[in-house]
């Protein structure tokens, strides 16, 4: 099943981690998540907040050397662990071989598996998997950097696979939640 169209607003970074918190509840180990946007779009912002939703360890962060970092899972409040954060920034990746070594098989099998720059060569991983797309709803290129990291964006989530059949994902009503 493919569910295509899903479109939530998201005024500010604050909401687009709300939204990336919201989405853990309902992610478990051996999904994978795809992001795509331009540069700045808020990949990154929103896997902040499905860090923070699956209460791993460590700041998600863009990696400036590093292109795949994993969170392990620290224990809930009643002593239970959700599944680890595999998180991957394939912006610097420059071939084929170099994916091949992140070894994302494995991590599919024991992780969530988000992968921002993804779009292209991912979707051979697996047949289930959450695409999600940020982009900035006036569209275009911002003048200046201030410009470009302030204000709305748009995402639009589709949802490949039989994974994902009976799944309530994440809406609107997800954004403006706080802690
Ligand atoms: P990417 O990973 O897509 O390159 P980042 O998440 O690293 O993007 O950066 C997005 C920047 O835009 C951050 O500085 C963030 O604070 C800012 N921002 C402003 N509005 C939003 C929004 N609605 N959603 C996400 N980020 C936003
Ligand atoms: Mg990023």
């Given at each position: 099943m493919t569910t295509d169209g899903l479109q939530v607003r998201l005024p500010d970074a604050d909401a687009t981690r709300a939204w990336g918190r919201a989405l853990a509840d309902v992610l478990r180990a051996g999904d994978l998540v795809v992001l795509t946007g331009?540069?700045?779009?808020g990949k990154t912002t929103l896997t902040q907040g499905l860090g923070a939703g699956l209460h791993v360890r460590g700041q998600v962060a863009s990696p400036t050397f590093v292109i795949a970092r994993e969170h392990p899972p620290l224990p809930r409040p009643d002593g239970t662990r959700g599944p680890a954060l595999v998180h991957v920034?394939?912006?610097?990746?420059?071939?084929l071989d170099e994916v091949e070594a992140l070894d994302l098989d494995a991590a599919l099998d024991e992780a969530v598996t988000v992968v921002e720059?993804?779009?292209?060569?991912?979707?051979?991983?697996?047949?289930?998997r959450l695409e999600l797309r940020l982009a900035r709803p006036h569209g275009g290129v911002a003048d200046d950097v201030e410009d470009a990291a302030a204000g709305e964006r748009v995402l639009t989530v589709r949802a490949v696979g039989?994974?994902?059949?009976?799944v309530a994902l994440p809406g609107a009503d997800a954004v403006g939640l706080t802690d």
């Open positions: 331009d540069l700045g779009a920034d394939a912006y610097r990746l420059g071939s720059w993804g779009e292209g060569w991912v979707e051979g991983l697996t047949d289930d039989a994974r994902w059949d009976g």
